[in-house]
């Protein structure tokens, strides 16, 4: 994921969850961006700003955001920058606070211009230790602080595998380990395994599960599709449930050279822009049998034509497919708003053929402002709808393999649950009716007011 | 009445085919793309279909509010398809098609719905018809659209003119809701009485 993106999901998750804490969206930014910095302070020591400008943070720190105290330290910055180099970003650093204005959404946009211009983590070294300590201060008093643009799916992904302790856990492009994490916090025996590409993932991701506590979890710098890490004598290690949130939006010659990928499809082997059914391919082949791989997709990738409608023919031909789940979109908000499901495949050891799979939509009931207060009902909610599908025929069905073909092999869940049509509700319409001839009335009031005036 | 050249008061681009604004970018979000289907004077409306676009480049790219959308297509009626980017459409993240010219004012000297309105009128589509080149294909190009002529009256008048003109879009269109709703009412009422007698 690109590092502005990532900041800023960051930023944005952890601001929310700070907001509370903080006297304004400010003071939670800043606290956001100490987090951050936290981690990255200690090998990074000389992007930070030395001891003689802390009384500035301080200021800063007590939110005493007036013109004066804020020029006072863009000063002691701009002096800074100009006797060393190292520290050129920082007037500008103070600028976007101060054209930011206060409200929280221009504060990160004006700091999505600053990341998207300076390397990130000279972007962050505008952070110093007093301020550090009051954020991890907030950050203890809060129970759920999941850092992660995925936090509120994390506990959605938790509910929908089952391992059992003792278990191993491997998610191959972990971010900032949130899934891992969330997984942890409802079963807290198991041995965790993350994998990413990017060095300001992993670190975040340390500091992630410190702050949750988390201490097993092992990781390593290295790319999923190339050259994988945690491998055995027999070459890459299988796990028991592998958790996956591929890329969204590369192609494979953006992320490895097939030729780098002898043998790892056995399927069929993605081209060009299935870089999803790579990662799912490649998270299938890491999970031994009787275990279990959770994936999210875009919902684009389900419903496509060519060589992935083959894809997913050979896929759902292995009857390891047995769960489709359609979230609302709004779960992955901000960062991204596209829609999304999740796919679950069993690597059952039993021969009895499933040859059918559980599809279910949960994208509709929770496309409204409440999940967003009450992340964890999405996660209770999907359970429910899983556990007892009967219970809700609009939004969860059983289809067969046979039904999936005749649909041209779409996976999305909402292709085979049609809601039940409703009786006309003549008293709704009668109200909009009336309602609706005193908007026109009185646009035909403004209107012929308004010609009698100018003519 | 003094006259200006429309492109002399704005700039004039044309919004960018999906698939350049997708082409290449890991990071990317999903915004609203508007064609000249959902072009009116009272706002972006209808289904927006989506494009992703890459961050760095929805900075070149998105619409802002005040913008002037103009159809490229479908200039062989009378007048042109114009649209306003409206304060309510911000709330999204929107580009422009490649079908869509978009016209951003450089100053202050025009009020946009005035001069939306004018773009919109037939005197404006005579302009264009005079100026366009070749008949086979109706597509209008954005050289075209900067030669127009618009006439400068007042700030005053630009603004009485264009409240005048907006009160009726927005007196039409509550109207035509009004009758849908009506419709559907009906119709409901229909079903509801003999809805079952067909089974």
Redesign the interface.
């Known amino acids: 994921?690109?590092n502005?993106?990532?900041v800023r999901g960051v930023l944005v998750n952890v601001v929310k969850r700070l907001i509370p804490f903080g006297r304004t969206p400010m003071d939670a930014a800043m606290a956001a961006l100490a987090l951050l910095a936290y981690k990255v302070r200690s090998d990074n020591s000389h992007l930070f700003p030395p001891f003689e400008l802390e009384g500035g943070w301080t200021a800063l720190t007590s939110l005493d955001r007036t013109s004066s105290s804020l020029e006072h330290f863009h000063q002691l910055l701009t002096d800074l920058a100009e006797r060393d180099e190292r520290y050129r970003y920082w007037p500008d650093a103070v600028n976007l606070f101060k054209e930011a204005d206060g409200t929280f959404r221009e504060c990160l946009f004006e700091m999505d211009n600053v990341y998207?211009r300076v390397d990130t983590l000279a972007a962050l070294s505008f952070l110093t230790g007093p301020l550090v300590h009051v954020a991890l201060d907030q950050a203890r008093t809060v129970d759920t602080l999941l850092l992660g643009a995925f936090g509120a799916l994390a506990e959605v992904t938790a509910g929908l595998v089952d391992p059992p302790p003792g278990s191993a856990v491997y998610d191959p492009s972990c971010g900032m380990a949130d899934q891992l994490i969330a997984l942890q916090k409802r079963q807290p025996h198991l041995s965790l395994y993350g994998q990413d590409n990017s060095l300001l993932a992993l670190t975040v991701a340390q500091l992630n599960a410190f702050l949750n506590g988390v201490e097993r979890i092992e990781f390593a710098l290295a790319d999923t599709l190339a050259n994988p890490a945690f491998k055995d004598d027999w070459g890459p290690r299988q796990f028991d449930v592998v958790l996956s949130v591929p890329?969204?939006?590369?192609t494979i010659g953006?992320v490895a050279s097939p030729s780098m990928l002898p043998g790892r499809f056995p399927l069929r082997e993605p081209k060009g822009r299935n870089l999803e059914w790579a990662f799912i391919q490649d998270a299938l082949y890491r999970t031994r049998s009787g275990g279990q791989t959770l994936v999210m997709v875009r919902s684009g990738v389900l419903n496509s034509s060519g060589h992935e409608a083959k894809l997913r023919k050979d896929l759902l031909e292995t009857d390891m497919l047995d769960l489709v789940v359609s979230l609302p979109s709004r779960l992955l908000s901000p960062y991204?708003?596209?829609k999304f499901q999740l796919l679950r495949f069993q690597k059952s050891v039993s021969k009895t053929r499933r040859s059918s799979v559980l599809f279910i939509d949960a994208s509709k009931d929770f496309a409204d402002e409440h999940f967003r207060k009450e992340p964890p009902s999405v996660a209770l909610w999907v359970r429910q709808l899983v556990t007892h599908p009967e219970e809700f025929p609009t939004l969860a069905r059983w289809v067969s393999h046979e039904e999936i073909e005749q649909a041209r092999m779409s996976w999305l869940p909402e292709i085979y649950l049609r809601p039940e049509e409703q009786?006309?509700?003549?008293e709704a319409?009668?109200h909009?009716?009336a309602q609706?001839?005193q908007?026109?009335l009185?646009?035909?009031e403004?209107?012929l007011k308004?010609?009698k005036?100018?003519l | 009445m003094k006259l200006i050249k429309l492109g002399q008061e704005a700039e004039i681009t044309r919004g960018a085919p999906k698939s350049r604004m997708e082409e290449s970018?890991?990071?990317?979000?999903?915004?609203g793309l508007v064609q000249a289907a959902n072009l009116s004077l009272l706002g972006i409306e209808g289904g927006l279909t989506?494009a992703?676009v890459a961050?760095?480049k929805l900075r070149q790219y998105r619409l802002l509010r005040g913008d002037i959308l103009i159809s490229l297509l479908d200039v062989s009626n009378a007048s042109l398809r114009v649209g306003l980017v409206q304060e309510a459409d911000m709330e999204r993240t929107l580009v422009a098609g490649a079908n869509v010219a978009i016209v951003r004012l450089r100053s202050d000297a025009l009020e946009r719905d005035y001069l939306a309105l004018y773009l919109r009128s037939n005197a404006a589509a005579r302009q264009l018809y005079s100026a366009r080149a070749g008949t086979a294909q109706s597509y209008l190009n954005i050289v075209a659209l900067g030669d127009i002529d618009i006439p400068m009256p007042s700030r005053e008048q630009q603004h009485?003119?264009a409240?005048?003109h907006l009160?009726?879009e927005?007196?039409a269109?509550?109207?035509q809701?009004?009758l849908g709703?009506?419709r559907?009412?009906l119709?409901?009422?229909f079903?509801?009485q003999f809805g079952g007698m067909s089974g």
Request: no cysteine.
């Open positions: 994921m690109d502005t993106v990532f998207s890329p969204f939006g590369q953006n991204l708003g596209v009786a006309p509700n003549l319409l009668e909009e009716v609706q001839t908007v026109a009185e646009a035909r403004r209107f308004v010609m005036e100018t | 970018g890991d990071a990317f979000e999903e915004v989506f992703r961050h760095h009485q003119m409240e005048l009160s009726y927005r007196y269109l509550e109207t809701r009004l709703a009506e559907q009412l119709q409901a009422q079903e509801q």
